[in-house]
């Protein structure tokens, strides 16, 4: 027997089976009983809300041989063929790739005929909103007088896109995301029928990933099903690639905090273990959501998404944490979230992202290094961990380049063509120190003493620590052959205008005046452009 997809295999075929869209079931069950069928209705909701499912089971109404009625008996010919997709008159079409006038001409053509087996035939347009303007002014007269028993059902993600002369020719239903609470009970209703054992916190895992989506829910439960019938947490973790929930945890302390070190080793571990970083951030933005929640008073909801322990915990967090903190650190994930996108190296990204908004360098100076076995440990297989360890000592055991010798005269020229390698040494043992001496600049060499400009005040605070300098000193060593003294100079800083003088300065200018001059008007406001 061919094999079927689950989200396919456990489509809801009645509106009884319907997950938690009570209210749009409640009218359409209505307008069936009563025999008050509207002409055009349009379904709005995220994907994976059940728009598309329950068009079908609307249309099953309609052309059931006991219909129009809600509880359609699944066994006549027509209830059969639109299970099975083969009903002439029930019409899905996808705007996506048939969004042009000619498919809409084409489509106002075959309306006019009469249904050939059923009572109504249906059209099912999904992804509604990716028709062109011009398909929309094609089906415009068509949805405001269309011929008898002919209804039409517009599916989309995105109502705003729907221009309004169409949607204002349309009953509106709108579909919500699914609470992680239903979709938990679904899965596991759907795990028991594949005779797989599968725990509550496995269940709520695989929901919270699902966004809101039924159909992600059994899509991500068919992918974890393929390789254990006995799952758990931990294996929904590891092929799911979601950070364990302690890290998280403790990561959301570490940026309430500004606690430095343990920002670097969070973000070494995500490296070391390969976890994609956007992942993470979404992770840490949900969990920046619920404190939020949590500090409002909300505690229901965040008490059904969460299991007792992290609960507690976060309880813990909003004691201490002030509001406006929350609402920063999501704001500088939120930023995160989009600017690391474009950057080749994820997690440098994100790392500067967070050190740059929320270190705090007065109070973690030390220059940690980078993260070991038990820290990795936490949330990803020892297995893995060691092989990784294996393989940076076995690297770490590598020459990089051979010292340079003591007569070779070493200029500021020849430690700028080193900088790579003396910086790639100091990493072994500082990996903060290592990264802001990347963004750092050596200026000159003179009587054993090397000058380095930082490119930011806060690097200066962390590089010239103690135990920085000396790091650097030693790899500067190792790598020239030469003894060297490290001096930093502190960098310059642009003094802030204040915005009048900047809105005076801009008026000065003589084509700004003259446009001010002409239209008698002032300038009240300005705007940085954030690029």
Known sequence: MEYIALYRKYRPQTFDEVVEQDAVVKVLRAELKQ?????????????????TTIARIFAKGLNCVNGPTDT????????????????????????????????IRSLKEHVQYVPVNSKYKVYIIDEAHMLTPQ????????????????????????????????????????????????????????????????????????????????????????????????????????????????????????????????????????????????????????????????????????????????????????KVATLRKLIEVSKVLLEALNKVKIYKDLYFA?????????????DNLSGKQSVGREDASQFISKEKVDKIILAQEKKSSEKIEEPETQTQEID?????????????????????????LLKSAP???????????????????????????????????????????VVYIEPKIEPKISKEERIKEIENKKEIREILDLFEGTITDIKEDKK
């Open 35 to 51: 025999k008050k069928v509207s002409h055009a209705y349009l379904f709005a909701g995220p994907k994976g809300s059940g728009k």
């Open 72 to 103: 359609p008996c699944l066994k006549c010919d027509n209830c059969i063929a639109i299970t099975n997709g083969t009903s002439l008159d029930v019409i899905e079409i996808d705007a996506a790739s048939n969004r042009g006038i000619d498919e």
């Open 135 to 318: 398909a929309f002014n094609a089906l415009l007269k068509t949805l405001e007088e269309p011929p008898q028993n002919v209804v039409f059902i517009l599916a989309t993600t995105e109502a705003d896109k729907i221009p309004p002369t169409i949607s204002s020719r349309c009953e509106r239903l709108y579909f919500k995301p699914i609470s992680i609470k239903r979709l938990s009970k679904k899965i596991k209703e759907v795990a028991q029928s594949e005779d797989v054992q599968i725990t509550d916190a496995a269940s709520e895992l695989i929901a919270r990933a699902s966004s809101g989506s039924l159909r992600n829910a059994l899509s991500l439960l068919e992918q974890v099903i393929t390789v254990s019938n006995n799952i758990d947490e931990n294996i929904v973790r590891n092929i799911l690639d979601i950070p364990d929930e302690n890290f998280v945890l403790n990561f959301a302390k570490a940026l309430i905090q500004g606690n430095v070190d343990f920002i670097f080793d969070g973000i070494r571990q995500l490296e070391v273990s390969g976890l994609d970083p956007k992942i993470f951030i979404n992770e840490m933005t949900e969990f920046f959501e619920d404190l939020i929640t949590l500090k409002l008073g909300a505690s229901d909801t965040v008490e059904e998404k969460r299991d007792a322990t992290t609960f507690s915990d976060m309880k813990e967090i909003i």
């Open 350 to 362: 994100l790392l500067v992202e967070f050190l740059d908004n929320l270190g705090n360098f007065e």
């Open 412 to 436: 500021i020229e020849r430690i700028k063509y080193l900088w790579e390698t003396i910086v790639n040494e100091v990493k072994q043992k500082s990996i903060p120190a290592s990264t802001m």
């Open 443 to 485: 200026v000159s060499v003179k009587d054993g003493v090397i000058e380095i400009i930082p490119d930011k005040p806060f690097a200066l605070n962390v590089l010239k620590s103690k135990d920085n300098i000396e790091i650097l000193e030693e790899a500067l060593k190792k790598i020239t052959g030469k003894s060297f003294k």
